[in-house]
Nanobody, 123 residues
Framework: QVQLVESGGGLVQTGGSLRLSCAASGRAFSSSAMGWFRQAPGKEREFVAGISGSGGTTAYANSVKGRFTISRDNAKNTVYLRMNSLKPEDTAVYYC????????????????WGQGTQVTVSS
C-alpha cells in the first residue's frame, strides 16, 4: 500500500506562503490522483485540492481557489501544495491521500491517513 508523509507546515503570518510536500512510496503513485485535505480542531476534514495522476487536471475548493496550487513530480513520487496569501482560516492539519481518479478523491472514504502537517496562520 502507498505510504504518504506530509511535510512543510509551520507558522506563518497572514499573507504569507508555505509549500507543503507529500512524499509517497509505492508503485502506483504515478497512476493515482492525489489530494490535499485539511482538518481544524472541532471541524470535519475537508477537501482542499486534487490533481490527476498525470498532473493534467486539478481541482480546488472554492475557499482556496486562486491562492493554492497543487502540483506533482512523479519522478520524485511527490505532490506539492503551494499556499499563498494565507489566512487564519487556513489554519489546520493538512493531509494528503490518493485515489484512483480525481472524482474518487471526493468520496472521503480513505482507509487510512498519515499524521499530516500543521499549518498555523497568525492574525
Amino acid at each position: 500500500q502507498v505510504q504518504l508523509v506530509e511535510s512543510g507546515g509551520g507558522l506563518v503570518q497572514t499573507g504569507g506562503s508555505l509549500r507543503l510536500s507529500c512524499a509517497a512510496s509505492g508503485r502506483a503513485f504515478s497512476s493515482s490522483a492525489m489530494g490535499w485535505f485539511r482538518q481544524a480542531p472541532g471541524k470535519e476534514r475537508e477537501f482542499v485540492a486534487g490533481i490527476s495522476g498525470s498532473g493534467g487536471t486539478t481541482a480546488y475548493a472554492n475557499s482556496v481557489k486562486g491562492r493554492f496550487t497543487i502540483s506533482r513530480d512523479n519522478a520524485k513520487n511527490t505532490v506539492y501544495l503551494r499556499m499563498n496569501s494565507l489566512k487564519p482560516e487556513d489554519t489546520a492539519v493538512y493531509y494528503c491521500n490518493a485515489a484512483s481518479t480525481l472524482k474518487d478523491l471526493g468520496s472521503g472514504h480513505f482507509a487510512s491517513w498519515g499524521q499530516g502537517t500543521q499549518v498555523t496562520v497568525s492574525s
